[in-house]
């Protein structure tokens, strides 16, 4: 199954099972892209959310138009931090950004329980690897493109240039189908 992409100088669909790295600076836009990339061509959604609360999603996607009803979150961050969690049949939480085995299974979850078209977002793995470290997150994202893949649908997933070592990006650009690299401007640069 084919998806439209919907990213400014990419092809125009990808096969199902793609997954993608945005790799971006610390202040980059990332929402245009990310928001493009899950209200197009799209039957269900998963937002994986390790910098902001559910929400803080919520309120992006109202604010660009994003379907709603679509969408499922997984909040890393309100159980770390203490704050008040609200209950929603399409919010989950896992106990922090780190608790890379529940994320997994919540993406695996999502996949197993959705039909037709879905996407998934993960914002970000540079938030991840802050409170777990680069390998950990690395075997993660590779579990999640595995499961992807088995499930025919296709992912973005963030990446902060700034903050890694190019070692690192290097290896993590190697593991995915294809990279969008966004840079200061908000120019947009698509290698799949």
Same mark, same amino acid.
């Not at 125009?12 to 945005?22: A, D, F, M, Q, S």
């Not at 600076?25 to 910098?51: H, Y």
């Given at each position: 199954? *084919? @998806?439209?992409?919907?990213?400014?100088?990419?092809?125009?669909?990808?096969?199902?099972?793609?997954?993608? %790295?945005?790799?971006?600076?610390?202040?980059?836009? $990332?929402? /245009?892209?990310?928001?493009? =990339?899950?209200?197009?061509?799209?039957?269900?959604? %998963?937002?994986?959310?390790? /910098?902001?609360?559910?929400?803080?999603?919520?309120?992006?996607?109202?604010?660009?138009?994003?379907?709603?009803?679509?969408? $499922?979150?997984?909040? $890393?961050?309100?159980?770390? !931090?203490? @704050?008040?969690?609200?209950?929603?049949? *399409?919010?989950?939480?896992?106990?922090?950004?780190?608790?890379?085995?529940?994320?997994?299974?919540?993406?695996?979850? =999502?996949?197993?329980?959705?039909?037709?078209?879905?996407?998934?977002?993960? *914002?970000?793995?540079?938030?991840?690897?802050? @409170?777990?470290?680069?390998?950990?997150? @690395?075997?993660?994202?590779?579990?999640? +493109?595995?499961? +992807? #893949?088995?499930? &025919?649908?296709?992912?973005?997933?963030?990446?902060?240039?700034?903050?890694?070592?190019?070692?690192?990006? #290097?290896?993590? !650009?190697?593991? =995915? &189908?294809?990279?969008?690299?966004?840079?200061?401007?908000?120019?947009?640069?698509?290698?799949?």
């Amino acid at each position: 199954m *084919d @998806y439209t992409l919907a990213v400014e100088n990419g092809p125009e669909t990808i096969p199902g099972g793609t997954g993608l %790295l945005l790799v971006h600076p610390s202040i980059g836009e $990332t929402d /245009r892209i990310d928001t493009d =990339f899950l209200k197009t061509d799209t039957d269900a959604f %998963l937002v994986v959310s390790t /910098r902001t609360t559910a929400r803080e999603v919520e309120q992006k996607l109202e604010y660009y138009d994003v379907d709603e009803t679509k969408a $499922t979150i997984l909040d $890393t961050l309100s159980v770390e !931090r203490g @704050y008040s969690r609200r209950t929603a049949d *399409d919010v989950y939480y896992v106990s922090a950004p780190d608790d890379l085995d529940g994320v997994v299974d919540r993406v695996e979850r =999502f996949l197993t329980e959705s039909d037709g078209k879905r996407r998934v977002s993960v *914002d970000s793995l540079t938030e991840m690897a802050y @409170y777990a470290d680069d390998d950990a997150v @690395y075997e993660a994202a590779a579990e999640i +493109l595995d499961l +992807l #893949d088995e499930h &025919d649908a296709v992912g973005i997933f963030h990446l902060s240039e700034e903050v890694h070592e190019v070692a690192t990006l #290097d290896r993590f !650009r190697d593991l =995915f &189908d294809g990279v969008i690299d966004l840079d200061e401007d908000g120019n947009v640069v698509v290698d799949i």
